[in-house]
């Protein structure tokens, strides 16, 4: 069963960055294809990511606080959780986004081709479908094939207890103990959600912190924290191998913080994300892919082939949502003949670990490399009253900006919900905003989002004394 397709705009792949695209191409009047090989569009961040594993973080966030507001008089007893009940809940949250946007690529008259799409031309694609092959013949196309978890090689992946994070996010069972290859955010993440279910958590990660990227003042709250709350964080040590056994999987370690190997019920290995470029025939088309599977793009998302571009995992760090859909629509308005660019001047990270920890723009790791001279200011959550109010005092919030024009440089918080806080941090660093605009700027109060103020006034010297 064959049939012949032409798309102004083919769109590979229906994550946040692919159905971003095509929904912008669209609504700029092009006519778009959209190809994707799961029924349910969204990607990795909507069935796969960022929100299952967001929806498994509140539960995980309603059971520490009810356990820790019991030394504050408030007791419900220990909380009992049905498996199923959670796991279908996490469910129809994914479901109920990918069925709105089922509704908007019919809405924009999208063609929606459900299959897997390989490059044979510079101007075709082959998709397998359910019923056969579909050819589909395109002006410009934008490559969104996203990323999937890295594997290591030695590993034992055909056991059934060792796990990715799409493994995790199923929440099958609740291992007894649980390792966690990689103590980076999805790592840590998926750690905060098992242990407050019940399992025994520890951690290897090879560099001589968590969350290695992120400055280590912003990170220590977090591993404060859970280093009480965890069986173990061994920091610069690597899994040296991983053995099937009748009771577990038994990993020995090597490195600096090396213990005894050890028998786990499940082992999550969550040790980065590789990009898809070599599984699309991008050759075919005359796209240039790297070793590892990145394609290169310039400012306008454009790849080595003027008419096709790439956005999202597949192009590059950071792989986060916001920057596919970012730089989707640059490639959709690009494709559309408008003028666009990728110029944004930071891209947020977030950590939605108990406490989150979040950053943009130049971290002071980054500026002292860099010889930039900043200033800094560091303010305490301790005295927040609406910290203190939560039960939480171990929260901070970062301030770097230029010493000789106080334009904010960076920010970072942690602490409970500080993800919300980031963005008015970046939208200060785009608006070219000093510490006084920000210090000036009256915030509603008691908010976490005051300690932003206070940072800034603690800059331009407003704040001194913190009562
Ligand atoms: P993807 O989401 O990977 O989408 C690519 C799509 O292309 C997929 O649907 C795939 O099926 C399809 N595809 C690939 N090849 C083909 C082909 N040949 N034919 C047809 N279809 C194809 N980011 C955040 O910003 N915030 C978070 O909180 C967050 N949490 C995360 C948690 C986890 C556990 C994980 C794994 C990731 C998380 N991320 C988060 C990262 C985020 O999910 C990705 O950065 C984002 O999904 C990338 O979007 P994308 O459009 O580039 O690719």
Redesign the pocket.
């Known amino acids: 069963n064959e049939s012949v397709v032409h798309a102004e705009v083919l769109v590979?792949?229906?994550?946040?960055?692919?159905y971003t695209a095509a929904f912008r191409a669209a609504d700029l009047g092009k006519q778009v294809v959209l190809?994707?090989?799961?029924p349910a569009?969204?990607?990795?961040?909507?069935?796969?990511?960022?929100i299952?594993?967001?929806a498994l973080l509140h539960v995980a966030q309603v059971i520490h606080e009810v356990d820790e507001f019991e030394q504050h008089g408030l007791s419900y007893g220990k909380p009992s959780f049905d498996i199923d009940k959670i796991r279908s809940w996490k469910e129809s949250v994914s479901k109920t986004l990918s069925d709105g946007l089922a509704r908007l690529v019919k809405q924009r008259k999208v063609t929606l081709i459900q299959?897997?799409?390989?490059f044979t031309s510079s101007h075709t694609i082959e998709?397998k479908t359910e019923t056969g092959v579909t050819t589909v013949s395109f002006d410009q196309a934008i490559i969104?094939?996203?990323?999937h978890?890295t594997k290591i090689p030695i590993f034992p992946h055909d056991d059934p207890r060792l796990w990715d994070?799409?493994d995790?996010?199923e929440l099958k069972e609740i291992p007894k103990k649980l390792l966690i290859v990689g103590g980076g955010?999805?790592g840590l993440?998926?750690a905060t959600v098992y242990h407050a279910l019940g399992s025994e958590i520890s951690v290897v990660e090879l560099m001589d912190q968590i969350i290695p990227g992120c400055d280590n003042d912003l990170v220590t709250p977090l591993y404060r924290r859970i280093k009480k709350q965890y069986q173990n964080i061994w920091l610069e040590t690597r899994v040296a191998a991983i053995e099937k056994h009748k009771d577990g999987l038994k990993v020995s370690f090597e490195g600096k913080g090396a213990p005894e190997s050890a028998i786990f019920d499940a082992v999550l290995v969550a040790v980065g994300?590789r990009p898809?470029g070599k599984?699309?025939g991008a050759d075919l088309a005359g796209v240039n892919v790297d070793e590892i599977g990145y394609i290169a793009v310039d400012k306008q998302q454009r790849t080595n082939v003027p008419h096709i571009f790439a956005?999202?995992?597949?192009v590059g760090n950071p792989?986060?949502?916001?920057?596919?859909t970012y730089e989707?629509k640059i490639a959709a308005e690009v494709a559309a003949g408008l003028k666009a660019g990728f110029d944004a001047l930071t891209i947020p990270a977030?950590a939605?670990t108990d406490p989150e920890v979040t950053w943009m723009g130049l971290t002071e790791n980054q500026a002292k490399q860099q010889g930039i001279d900043y200033d800094k200011a560091v303010f305490p959550w301790a005295a927040s009253g609406r910290s203190l109010s939560l039960g939480r005092k171990e929260g901070l919030t970062k301030i770097l900006c230029e010493k000789e024009t106080g334009r904010i440089l960076g920010a970072g918080m942690v602490g409970p919900n500080a993800g919300e806080l980031i963005a008015e941090a970046v939208l200060a660093l785009e608006m070219g905003a000093d510490a006084e605009d920000v210090g000036l700027t009256i915030h509603p109060h008691p908010m976490l989002s005051e300690t932003f103020a206070f940072a800034a006034e603690m800059i331009t010297g407003s704040i001194t004394d913190l009562y």
Do not use: F, Q
């Open positions: 590979l792949g229906g994550g946040p960055g692919g190809i994707e090989r799961y569009l969204g990607g990795v961040c909507l069935n796969v990511g960022c299952p594993s967001k299959g897997t799409g390989t998709v969104a094939a996203g990323s978890p994070s799409t995790a996010l955010i999805i993440e998926m994300r898809n599984k699309i956005i999202g995992d597949i792989m986060l949502a916001h920057k596919a989707g977030v939605y």
